[in-house]
């Protein structure tokens, strides 16, 4: 393997394996746990949570009432009416663009069902490391450390190798600043993977040096600890606590092993070669380097509406010549710009550090780009299991179409009405907007087809606190589409009857003819 491979090797997926660990647990039993059923289409009880919670809601149903439920609920099942009511003819389905967009989240998706199944339901605790690790975890530890590049670490590494027990020596002996930077880090606390394993394996000491640790491509961190307390769980609701983060954290360690094992095995023999002329005019042509990699798909949801995308790298489509050279090589097959260019349409680039130097640009485009191509392979492997085909996976690709169809429909009724003469414009800004009312005509024409197990929505508590969540390191980082401003029905007063349905309470919903 080449060095630029073996780099990502080294580093892949420490903080994104935790990641994808948070967004892919729970439950996937879709029938279990529909909340609402609208025809074909459904949302789903964890769909409502991670709509509602993973980012803000208008001020209008941001609490837990029961009304803002209300508000909230009404919300979505008007986004899958106005999805419904657009229908298959949709102008925006036969977007290129918004098909790949729709292609790309459903790869990401797919890739963390693959993680899902290769690294996380294959784990299996042990009780002894178990109650060891339940031991460690209450240790606060107050450390002196160092953020390093590989340079120093393999420094102070041979330093280290030459005179063995002399580690506090070197440590005390690095001059990066004037006072060793000092944290206090608790089992609880969201660090590195990599640290936090270094720090509750086993029993340390003050004194003991740790490291260098790598943390990513050329960073470093040594430490030394300063000194060490103990925190007894004092009460059985703080052993439980503390009982789940170590087996959540135990969990997580054995996923990422499990994880970079089975990427080395897809990825065996599969170096990469870089034609340097091609490489340096598409580092310069890419048009997305100097935005952060969480903005990246807010920028792709904007120019998909604006039915064109500078991810695409459109420019290069009239330069045939360069669309046809040879770019790299990789696995026995040289991939062209035009191929290349075609892989980004569903995968945008996404670089390993939130800033880049010029002069780190180029090395950090070849990293962004053999990323690209391991989430490939990754991709044909979820697609030789069949998951592409799970009902999960559909209904999050549902999610995300869904939303995207009924903005669209939405855009075009105002517009629609705009060229009536009754058009009021000033109506759009009340309380019962021309939105709200074309919402109650949708609910009025689908009404027999929607069904809302109130058993399950009772059952719902919704946190209080606005959020707007990101993954990291993906390509997609946002877990859930915006929330849909399309009514403020805070009632229910359309349902004119309950029935049990597969043991289930019910409420089949129909507006009042």
């Known amino acids: 393997m080449n060095n630029l491979y073996q780099k990502i090797l080294n580093r892949f997926l420490s903080v994104a394996c935790f990641l994808f660990f948070v967004f892919c647990s729970g439950p996937k039993d879709t029938q279990q746990k529909v909340l609402v059923s609208i025809g074909d289409r459904v949302i789903t009880v964890e769909e409502f949570k991670n709509r509602t919670e993973l980012t803000p809601r208008p001020f209008y149903c941001r609490n837990n009432t029961e009304r803002h439920k209300i508000i909230a609920l009404n919300s979505l099942i008007a986004e899958k009416l106005f999805a419904l009511e657009e229908g298959e003819k949709s102008e925006l389905l036969s977007r290129k663009y918004f098909r790949a967009y729709i292609k790309g989240k459903k790869e990401q998706y797919m890739r963390e069902e693959l993680?899902?199944?290769?690294?996380?339901?294959?784990v299996v605790l042990d009780s002894a490391e178990i109650n060891k690790t339940m031991q460690l975890a209450g240790f606060i530890y107050r450390v002196?450390?160092?953020?390093?590049?590989?340079?120093y670490a393999n420094i102070i590494?041979?330093?280290?190798?030459?005179?063995?027990?002399?580690?506090?020596v070197v440590f005390d002996a690095l001059d990066f600043t004037e006072t060793a930077p000092q944290k206090t880090v608790k089992f609880k606390d969201p660090d590195h993977s990599v640290i936090h394993q270094a720090l509750y394996s086993e029993k340390l000491q003050a004194n003991d040096v740790i490291g260098p640790l790598k943390l990513q491509d050329n960073q470093y961190i040594v430490m030394?600890?300063?000194?060490?307390l103990y925190s007894p769980a004092l009460s059985e609701s703080e052993a439980v606590d503390?009982?789940?983060?170590?087996?959540?954290?135990?969990v997580e360690r054995k996923s990422i092993e499990l994880w970079n094992n089975y990427i080395m095995e897809v990825m065996r023999n599969k170096d990469i070669e870089f034609v340097p002329q091609t490489t340096l005019k598409m580092a310069e042509l890419y048009s997305m380097k100097d935005l952060p990699n969480d903005q990246q798909e807010q920028m792709v949801m904007k120019k998909i509406e604006d039915k064109q995308t500078n991810l695409s790298l459109d420019d290069l489509a009239i330069n045939e010549v360069l669309m046809g050279a040879p770019f790299f090589k990789m696995d026995n097959k040289v991939w062209t710009v035009a191929e290349f260019r075609e892989l980004l349409l569903s995968h945008p680039l996404v670089f390993r550090k939130p800033t880049i130097t010029p002069d780190e640009y180029l090395q950090q485009f070849k990293l962004a780009i053999v990323d690209l191509m391991r989430d490939h392979y990754l991709n044909q492997e979820a697609y030789a299991k069949g998951i592409d085909k799970l009902e999960n996976i559909k209904r999050n690709v549902e999610m995300w179409q869904d939303s995207y169809?009924?903005?669209?429909?939405?855009?075009?009724y105002l517009k629609s009405l705009a060229l009536s003469e009754d058009f009021d414009k000033t109506r759009m800004s009340g309380t019962y907007t021309y939105i709200d009312e074309y919402a109650d005509s949708m609910q009025k024409k689908y009404s027999r087809l929607i069904e809302i197990n109130m058993e399950k929505f009772n059952k719902i508590e919704l946190t209080q606190t606005d959020m707007f969540s990101i993954q990291k390191f993906v390509p997609y980082p946002l877990p859930v589409p915006p929330f849909p401003k399309l009514c403020v029905d805070d009632k229910l007063d359309y349902v004119k009857h309950v029935k049990n349905l597969r043991s289930a309470h019910v409420h089949r919903c129909y507006i009042n003819e």
């Not at 030394?224 to 060490?228: G, S, Y």
């Not at 503390?242 to 135990?250: A, D, G, N, P, W």
Request: glycine share 2%.
């Open 157 to 168: 590494c041979e330093k280290i190798a030459a005179s063995p027990g002399s580690a506090t």
């Open 144 to 151: 002196e450390y160092y953020q390093i590049n590989k340079e």
């Open 115 to 122: 993680f899902d199944r290769i690294a996380r339901e294959p």
């Open 405 to 412: 169809v009924a903005k669209l429909h939405r855009e075009q």
């Open 224 to 228: 030394k600890i300063k000194n060490v």
């Open 242 to 250: 503390r009982m789940r983060f170590v087996k959540e954290r135990l």
